[in-house]
């Protein structure tokens, strides 16, 4: 069966999503500890937007996904250091064998909402050396529910063609208390880290994101989506991106 992250989606995901930026990546490694001889794990990788900035912080990470096609585009970066395992939550456990080096960092970019939240915490728990980190990271909200008046423009068009977009991938305050709760009561020490970047796009750049969200269906209306947004074309379009992280620590 097609997974909402094969094929096309894929592809946009390798071009239009956007690695973790470089400083945020130095503020995750410095606030979760990650050491240079510690394995990092990413579950739900994608096509490397965490796995492969931090592979260079560390002595390797394993890059997990349940789809191939985004591993596809993980291994087509060469990124050194990073192993990419078809797998999903459930095969963390597998990973409680003993690695050369420890665990010292799980991280699950804009993924979590696909998995059973409480079980995969206290699986990627249960990996870590004593101090280890969960990073649990989102960057939201989604470009369409931004707040700039161009961003209303894209949910506009969306809209007219989709329907209400209302999904939010869990990146509102309700989700992030709840995931906070889960983690305290697993037992884990949890922080919030919250950054802003700024970022400039281009109308293509959105396009191209947008694509890396819609279903295989909607894709086929991306003619009509292009026209509605060719008013955009040539603006100087912002978005204003919200990086947050529960850190959740092992003791
Ligand atoms: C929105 S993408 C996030 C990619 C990347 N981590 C990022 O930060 O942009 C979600 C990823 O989670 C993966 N995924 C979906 N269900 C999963 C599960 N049960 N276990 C692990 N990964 C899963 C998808 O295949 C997809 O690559």
Not at 43 to 50: A, D, I, P, S, V
Not at 147 to 175: H, I, K
Request: aromatic share 4%.
């Amino acid at each position: 069966m097609r997974s909402d992250f094969a094929g096309t989606t894929a592809q946009y995901y390798a071009e239009f999503r956007r690695d973790l930026p470089a400083d945020q990546t130095d503020r995750l490694v410095a606030a979760a500890g990650l050491r240079a001889t510690d394995v990092a794990v990413d579950l739900g990788c994608g096509t490397g937007q965490l796995a492969a900035p931090l592979a260079p912080h560390c002595a390797a990470v394993v890059a997990i996904d349940p789809e191939p096609d985004m591993l596809a585009g993980l291994r087509a970066r060469h990124a050194e250091r990073v192993v990419c395992v078809l797998g999903d939550d459930s095969d963390l456990p597998v990973l409680a064998i003993p690695f050369a080096a420890p665990i010292g960092l799980v991280t699950i970019g804009n993924a979590l909402h696909w998995m059973d939240e409480r079980a995969t915490l206290g699986a990627a728990a249960a990996l870590l050396r004593p101090g280890g980190a969960i990073a649990v990271v989102t960057q939201g909200p989604p470009l369409w529910l931004g707040p700039a008046p161009w961003q209303r423009t894209v949910r506009s068009a969306l809209e007219s063609l989709y329907g209400p977009v209302t999904g939010n991938c869990r990146t509102d305050r309700p989700a992030l208390d709840e995931r906070r709760e889960t983690a305290a009561s697993l037992g884990l020490g949890a922080e919030v880290l919250t950054w802003q970047a700024a970022h400039h796009v281009t109308l293509d750049w959105v396009l191209g994101h947008l694509g890396s969200a819609l279903g295989a269906e909607q894709l086929t209306r991306m003619d009509e989506l292009r026209d509605l947004l060719r008013p955009l074309a040539g603006e100087d379009l912002v978005e204003e991106v919200t990086t947050t992280v529960l850190l959740a620590r092992r003791s």
